[in-house]
């Protein structure tokens, strides 16, 4: 059984540019959360994708956006890349009432 | 202000030595308390879920606790292996979205 995966691993971007992060979740779940995690710190909430819509958002602007497609993958799209952008990001899937799991994310440099 | 705190940042180990790390949460509505390991540069790997206080939880040498504030997660007899980053986070309004303290990183020696 598949866990979640993601990619790219890494991924290095200039300033301005835009980023599109790909994410399969676990088999049979069908809810897909996206965090980002800065060095040092704990993963923060960036949004939730459940049937196709966005569900809930966190703290962040309106330059971060996603989508989840019908067979419940989905992406995480950032524009006009700053360099406080650079993370890891994380991908979870959850099915209602059970643990997250997570992906081995994607590290975002931005130059 | 939903918060989720962990203490100590940092935590070095002999092997052998047993230790608490402690989450501290102030949350409305908990649906659940959550324990992941993570090692550097790879996402989090899920340790323990927790719904209500008084419930503990126990995978080899870790022992997860919780009461209406707080929840430990004891390491006994650590190992080298056990070396890793340990986050807690809390779920309210809806499981996939959580709450992260910044988390604790243990180092055990030889």
């Known amino acids: 059984d598949a866990g979640v995966t993601q990619s790219p691993t890494h991924l290095i971007k200039t300033r301005g540019q835009q980023v599109t992060l790909r994410c399969s979740p676990k088999?049979?779940?069908?809810?897909v959360s996206w965090y980002q995690q800065a060095l040092g710190q704990g993963p923060q909430f960036i949004f939730q994708y459940y049937e196709e819509e966005e569900r809930q958002r966190g703290n962040f602007p309106d330059r971060f956006s996603g989508h989840q497609f019908p067979n419940y993958s989905s992406e995480l799209n950032v524009n006009a890349l700053l360099l406080g952008d650079s993370a890891l990001y994380l991908c979870?899937?959850?099915?209602?009432?059970?643990?997250?799991?997570f992906g081995q994310g994607t590290r975002l440099t931005v130059v | 202000e939903d918060q989720v705190t962990q203490s100590p940042e940092a935590l070095r180990l002999q092997e052998g030595e047993s230790s608490s790390l402690n989450c501290s949460y102030t949350?409305?509505?908990?649906?659940?308390l959550f324990w992941y390991r993570q090692d550097p540069g790879k996402g989090p790997e899920f340790l323990f879920t927790l719904y209500s206080a008084g419930e503990e939880k126990e995978k080899e040498r870790l022992k997860a606790t919780l009461t209406k504030k707080e929840s430990f997660l004891h390491i006994t007899a650590p190992k080298p292996e056990d070396s890793a980053t340990y986050l807690c986070?809390?779920?309210?309004?809806?499981?996939?979205?959580?709450?992260f303290g910044a988390g604790t990183q243990v180092v055990v020696t030889p």
């Open positions: 986070a809390s779920a309210t309004d809806s499981w996939g979205k959580l709450q």
């Open positions: 979870a899937s959850t099915l209602q009432g059970e643990e997250a799991f």
């Open positions: 088999s049979g779940h069908d809810t």
């Open positions: 949350v409305s509505g908990l649906r659940g």
